[in-house]
């Protein structure tokens, strides 16, 4: 009889603790700008901190508050800048040099025969790409890299290096050509 009863005490609670987690979610909910959101799905998503910011949801809230051009972002490049402009309606700007210059996209590659295990590029990858262990070899899961670069700087014996990444049927996107239509009334 005391397990029933047990039982019972726990599912009541239970239910009343769900009930009190419910209402405190709808109650204290925190809205969330939908252009931020509209705003960081433009964005490469490489968390390379390029154009100034730990990451690009931090940057899409900057400019959201207008504390940041949309031009800061070299990773996006041109393309991303003209989404924006177009999402935002403002005028397009050229990339902004002082945050470095547009490039293919690429991935990191560990020479393994000269990687020493340090850590230091597992540490510094934003999206743990990296795999391996101290005083172990490393690998770079190349379906997760962004191609930030963030891995070469703390790289103490040079061992990794950005290759391009070549176009296939999956990401191969079209390149079509912008053409100013002229508006007659």
Same mark, same amino acid.
């Given at each position: 009889?005391?397990?029933?009863?047990?039982?019972?005490?726990?599912?009541?609670?239970?239910?009343?603790?769900?009930?009190v987690?419910?209402?405190?979610?709808i109650?204290?909910?925190?809205?969330?700008?939908?252009?931020?959101?509209?705003?960081?799905?433009?964005?490469? *998503?490489?968390q390379?901190? *390029?154009?100034?910011?730990?990451?690009?949801?931090?940057?899409?809230?900057?400019?959201?508050?207008?504390?940041?051009?949309?031009?800061?972002?070299?990773?996006?490049?041109?393309?991303?800048?003209?989404?924006?402009?177009?999402?935002?309606? $403002?005028?397009?700007?050229?990339?902004?040099?002082?945050?470095?210059?547009?490039?293919?996209?690429?991935?990191?590659?560990?020479?393994?025969?000269?990687?020493?295990?340090?850590?230091?590029?597992i *540490?510094?990858?934003?999206?743990?790409?990296?795999?391996?262990?101290?005083?172990?070899?490393?690998?770079?899961?190349?379906?997760?890299?962004?191609?930030?670069?963030?891995?070469?700087?703390?790289c103490?014996?040079?061992?990794?290096?950005?290759?391009? $990444?070549?176009?296939?049927? *999956?990401?191969?996107?079209?390149?079509?050509?912008?053409?100013?239509?002229?508006?007659?009334?």
């Amino acid at each position: 009889m005391s397990f029933l009863l047990a039982v019972a005490l726990m599912a009541v609670l239970a239910i009343v603790l769900g009930a009190v987690l419910g209402w405190a979610a709808i109650k204290y909910k925190v809205d969330e700008d939908p252009l931020v959101d509209k705003i960081d799905a433009i964005l490469p *998503q490489t968390q390379c901190g *390029q154009c100034g910011f730990p990451g690009c949801k931090p940057y899409a809230t900057a400019i959201a508050d207008g504390e940041a051009d949309i031009n800061q972002c070299p990773p996006g490049g041109d393309d991303g800048v003209r989404k924006l402009a177009d999402l935002l309606g $403002v005028d397009f700007k050229p990339l902004n040099a002082e945050n470095g210059e547009e490039k293919p996209k690429s991935v990191a590659i560990i020479d393994e025969n000269t990687c020493i295990g340090c850590t230091l590029c597992i *540490q510094a990858c934003p999206v743990d790409a990296i795999v391996g262990s101290a005083k172990h070899m490393h690998t770079i899961i190349a379906k997760e890299c962004t191609g930030c670069e963030l891995c070469l700087a703390p790289c103490p014996v040079d061992c990794i290096s950005m290759v391009p $990444v070549g176009e296939t049927v *999956q990401n191969w996107k079209w390149r079509y050509p912008v053409i100013k239509l002229k508006v007659t009334a």
